[in-house]
């Protein structure tokens, strides 16, 4: 696990969509957390803006939770949790 300096939250996978445009990194996070074979948690680093509101749609219509979003200048990170941890912890 990776524990960010800056989040305090630990995470298992990083995925850097940095200097990809829509659809791109949204295509590329759901894939990422799709294919999590021991399902945890995703940092997801994009510069893409209107990754920003794509990913709030996407958590909110898959079940898996954001943890935790913050900018730092033009880069925007989003620790997300796969669904499945969310129904272990239950």
Same mark, same amino acid.
């Given at each position: 696990?990776?524990?960010?300096?800056?989040?305090?939250?630990?995470?298992?996978?990083?995925?850097?969509?940095?200097?990809?445009?829509?659809?791109?990194?949204?295509?590329? +996070?759901?894939? *990422?957390?799709?294919?999590?074979?021991?399902? $945890? +948690?995703?940092?997801?680093?994009? +510069?893409?803006?209107?990754?920003?509101?794509?990913? *709030?749609?996407?958590? *909110?219509? +898959? $079940?898996?939770?954001?943890?935790?979003?913050?900018?730092? $200048?033009?880069?925007?990170?989003?620790?997300?949790?796969?669904?499945?941890? *969310?129904?272990? $912890?239950?």
């Amino acid at each position: 696990m990776i524990k960010s300096e800056i989040s305090n939250i630990s995470y298992d996978f990083v995925l850097d969509a940095c200097g990809l445009r829509c659809p791109r990194p949204m295509l590329l +996070t759901k894939q *990422r957390i799709s294919n999590m074979t021991n399902p $945890g +948690t995703l940092l997801v680093i994009a +510069t893409d803006p209107s990754f920003i509101v794509d990913c *709030r749609v996407f958590v *909110r219509q +898959t $079940g898996h939770i954001l943890l935790q979003s913050w900018q730092e $200048g033009e880069k925007y990170f989003f620790v997300l949790q796969h669904k499945s941890e *969310r129904l272990e $912890g239950m």
